[in-house]
């Protein structure tokens, strides 16, 4: 099982460590990353390398997931095995959607919040990052000011029709999916949960988790569980079982 974090977000951050037990619990090998313009450093938490965060893109996060898969298969990590279950939240969930769609080794999927089109959760930086080639996006939870140069703009330009094509890539999905996503999302409308739903094959189920929000109620730092995340965590288990017993 690997695990895909967000924009802004970390292997480590809220909810992830607490997932990755339950599945390590349920029998699963989990491994869970940081990519590599998260921005975060050593200490899995702190965004102190900035200059990676500011120049990440959507294709350099691919690259990233595949380097994890290919050492979750050719036995690096001290893991050897054909296939894998993928999960991915937010910006996570669509890179996870774009591999899905090309490797046939995906025996299973779940998306929680995904976006269904990249540049959505930049779309207010957009015009001052095309004017100037950088903005600041703020993270919430410390107050501090991240950095951002237009080469993940650039990058959706060139690619947002083909291989960034989220939607597009929904439709080449084969590995079972279960998309979830909550009906007061503030930062991905669970219309984006709904497009993707639409555009998937039959063997794609879409559960709406009533008033949850984008971390379905999670915090950071890590607060403890609660209903809307216990439900998605349960649901999230039971699919994989489903489909990687």
């Not at 893109?57 to 990590?77: Q, W």
């Not at 999960?87 to 090309?102: K, P």
């Not at 555009?199 to 915090?219: E, I, M, N, P, R």
Request: aromatic share 8%; with cysteine.
């Amino acid at each position: 099982m690997v695990l895909c974090h967000g924009l802004k977000g970390f292997k480590d951050w809220g909810f992830f460590p607490y997932l990755a037990e339950r599945l390590a619990r349920s029998g699963f090998s989990v491994v869970s990353f940081n990519f590599s313009g998260a921005g975060v450093g050593e200490d899995n938490e702190t965004f102190d390398e900035l200059e990676r965060f500011a120049h990440n893109t959507y294709t350099n996060e691919l690259r990233d997931l595949y380097t994890v898969l290919d050492a979750v298969t050719n036995g690096a990590l001290g893991l050897r095995t054909t296939d894998y279950g993928l999960l991915g939240h937010s910006m996570g969930g669509g890179i996870a959607v774009l591999r899905a769609a090309q490797d046939e080794r995906v025996r299973a999927l779940v998306t929680w919040a995904a976006v269904a089109r990249f540049g959505r959760l930049l779309a207010p930086l957009t015009e001052q990052l095309r004017r100037t080639g950088k903005a600041q996006i703020l993270n919430q939870r410390t107050g501090q000011q991240l950095p951002l140069k237009r080469d993940i703009l650039d990058d959706l330009d060139a690619h947002g029709d083909t291989t960034l094509n989220v939607v597009r890539a929904a439709g080449s999905v084969r590995a079972p999916w279960l998309i979830v996503h909550g009906t007061a999302d503030e930062s991905v409308p669970w219309g984006d949960g709904r497009d993707l739903h639409r555009a998937a094959s039959d063997k794609t189920d879409l559960f709406l988790v009533d008033g949850a929000g984008h971390t379905f109620g999670a915090q950071h730092p890590w607060s403890g569980s609660n209903p809307a995340l216990e439900q998605v965590v349960r649901r999230t288990l039971d699919w994989f079982a489903s489909h990687l017993a």
